[in-house]
């Protein structure tokens, strides 16, 4: 399977920090029901065989609805769970890496924030770039933002789809037309949401209107 620009849309990131009410796993179908193009399960915390396990269980829900898996970071677990792909940062493993492990069918997504990171990322076999933070963002402190001009930028440079990600919700997606992004990555939008399926109907079609 490979990255289809359709598939950028509305890509939600997983974040357990607003589970509870919902199971991870009940989020994420509401979002899928909801119109979500894209489904990153990320985990910091959970020891490997547990990320694991919540890994292939993600994956078969996905499948259900014909949506691309991706897991971010850890490239063991993408392939032991079969994920349709893998999301490495900048100082995580570089592309080439990860395809010589994870085979020439996984999706291979890298963050990126400059045009030579992300022309560096498309030539070691990047799939699609994640580019941001492109708003301020409470999910990465650190997260230095990316001016709009730079990922237009980024978008002229590749022909691989990018997606915006960092700080996006619904009441500043639309300033992002024009910069030429195939979609935006949400977290807390998608998954801090009291209604998380009437949320991402919503979302998916301002993202819609932002990338005709």
Known sequence: M???????????????????????????????????????????ELDEETFLEEAIEMRALCARYGVPFIVNDNVEIAVKCRADGVHVGQKDMEA???RAIAGEDMIIGVSARTVEQ????????????GVGAVFATTTKKD??????????????????????????????IQELAGTGVDGVALVSAVFAAEDIEKECKELRALSEKMVQ
């Open 96 to 98: 080439g890496t990860v």
């Open 2 to 44: 490979k990255c289809n620009k359709e598939d950028m849309l509305l890509y939600a990131v997983t974040d357990r920090a607003w589970t509870g009410r919902q199971t991870l796993m009940e989020q994420v179908e509401a979002a899928l029901k909801g119109g979500a193009t894209c489904i990153q399960l990320r985990e910091k």
């Open 118 to 129: 992300a022309v560096a990322a498309e030539k070691a076999g990047a799939d699609y770039l």
């Open 143 to 172: 997260a230095r933002p990316v001016s709009h001009q730079t990922l237009k930028e980024i978008c002229e440079a590749v022909s691989i789809p990018v997606v915006a990600i960092g700080g996006v919700c619904k009441s500043n």
